[in-house]
């Protein structure tokens, strides 16, 4: 007597069942169906087997994606036993055109049985099998639509449709790819935006949510952080000025980094702190490894979503790779707040200054950056803490002129100092960052 196993299954007669248990086998280590044996093992056979099997071939062609017919060969026996042969797949999950990625469309092989696969699961299989990069894997959510992309290209001048989604990488082999779900409409990440009346970024004076596409996402959010950046006037003589409190380009740049360097693995929001002296643009995902804050203010970039940005440059929302940030402190050279930038493990922060909080430079304020001290906190940015000897070399200069740079730094609060003599270390102030 034969007996059913993980990797045979007996079937008595052919029913919609066989396409989870070719998508089980698929999915696992594959395994071998006999159709005409009875769950004991014994043969019955089937009537009108050959069409039966014609039938069974088109079947799994039609109801199963990816495509597994190249892992699956099918023959009737000699005692009309239909034998069905599936071979593990190489573009795992497959799953059931019906149900798309998702448990109740993937299955996997538990003993003798083909039962669900479950989240970590389905993840595993994608992250085993998928693109090299988050954005090539294949979503999870399959029914995307995208209208909000759709209008936004065409006001932008480029094309889309669906003869584009493969070229663009909204799709891959018959199936989205997460950057798909990224522009659609259906995009599960979103955009929070929180004005507060305090600096400690505790009382709450609005907030705002924004949903939907990326494209979408945005726009919704410069043009409520447009209404959020107010315009000082200042008069000498007969001269008015106007100035906002932030360059609109500014924020747009800070904008555009965070969707687009954002890694889109995590499940949470964008995240932008407005208050009276600053506003804050944070992103998940921190700096590519091997890249330092330092080396992004001098335009060195290693785009995590390298398709999602190729699409940004299609629309001209970005230029050249790296410029963006050079081009934000750029804005900021005549203000006596420059921008400050800062990375952890899983997130990345720009902060832009208020400029009208803060006074304008000429080159004889008192309060302006010198290039040595750019040159100073540049490297402590890096390293973290210098030395008297180490700063001597670093600027080529004496020991008097280190002294009297220290001393007008911690004045400041650029810079703190601990130990003495030898053991002296100058490191960044706790307070300049929040």
């Known amino acids: 007597m034969l007996f059913e196993s993980e990797s045979v299954g007996y079937k008595p007669r052919i029913t919609e069942e066989v396409y989870k248990d070719v998508i089980a086998f698929a999915n696992s280590g594959g395994g071998t169906l006999y159709f005409g044996v009875d769950r004991d093992g014994n043969e019955t056979g089937l009537s009108d087997a050959q069409n039966q099997l014609a039938r069974l071939t088109d079947g799994i062609r039609d109801a199963i994606l990816p495509d597994v017919t190249p892992f699956v060969e099918c023959k009737v026996q000699e005692n009309k036993v239909i034998k069905l042969s599936v071979g593990e797949g190489t573009d795992k999950p497959y799953y059931l055109t019906a149900k798309g990625i998702r448990p109740g469309g993937v299955f996997v092989r538990r003993g003798t049985e083909s039962a669900q696969a479950d989240p970590e699961q389905i993840n595993r299989m994608i992250r085993e099998s998928g693109g090299e990069s988050y954005e090539e894997q294949r979503s999870l959510e399959q029914a995307l639509t995208f209208a909000s992309a759709k209008d936004f290209f065409g006001r932008c001048g480029v094309g889309f449709g669906e003869e584009l989604y493969d070229a663009y990488g909204l799709s891959r082999r018959g199936a989205y790819t997460n950057l798909g779900l990224i522009l659609s409409d259906q995009c599960p990440h979103t955009t929070k935006i929180a004005v507060f009346s305090d600096e400690e970024l505790t009382v709450f004076r609005d907030c705002r949510e924004f949903g939907g596409s990326v494209c979408r996402q945005f726009e919704d959010a410069v043009g409520y952080l447009t209404l959020c950046n107010r315009t000082a006037s200042t008069i000498r003589g007969v001269i008015r000025t106007d100035r906002r409190d932030y360059p609109e380009e500014a924020i747009r740049e800070a904008l555009l980094n965070a969707f687009v360097h954002r890694d889109y693995g995590f499940s949470g929001s964008n995240i932008i702190n407005v208050s009276e002296s600053k506003m804050e643009f944070i992103s998940l995902g921190g700096l590519p490894p091997g890249l330092s804050t330092e080396d992004v203010r001098l335009g060195i970039s290693q785009p995590r979503n390298r398709k999602l940005t190729d699409l940004f440059r299609r629309l001209h929302l970005i230029e050249t790779y790296g410029t963006g940030i050079r081009r934000v402190f750029k804005l900021y050279e005549r203000c006596a707040s420059p921008p400050e930038i800062a990375a952890t493990r899983s997130a990345f922060k720009i902060v832009l200054p208020n400029m009208n909080a803060a006074p304008e430079l000429t080159d004889e304020s008192p309060g302006r950056l010198t290039d040595q001290m750019k ?27 280190v002294f009297n740079l220290t001393k007008e730094m911690k004045e400041r609060g650029l810079i703190e100092s601990i130990g003495r003599g030898r053991d002296k270390r100058f490191l960044p102030c706790k307070t300049r960052f929040r």
């Open 375 to 401: 040159t100073v906190l540049d490297y402590l940015e890096t390293n973290g803490q210098i030395t008297d000897e180490e700063l001597e070399s670093l600027l080529g200069v004496k020991k008097t002129r």
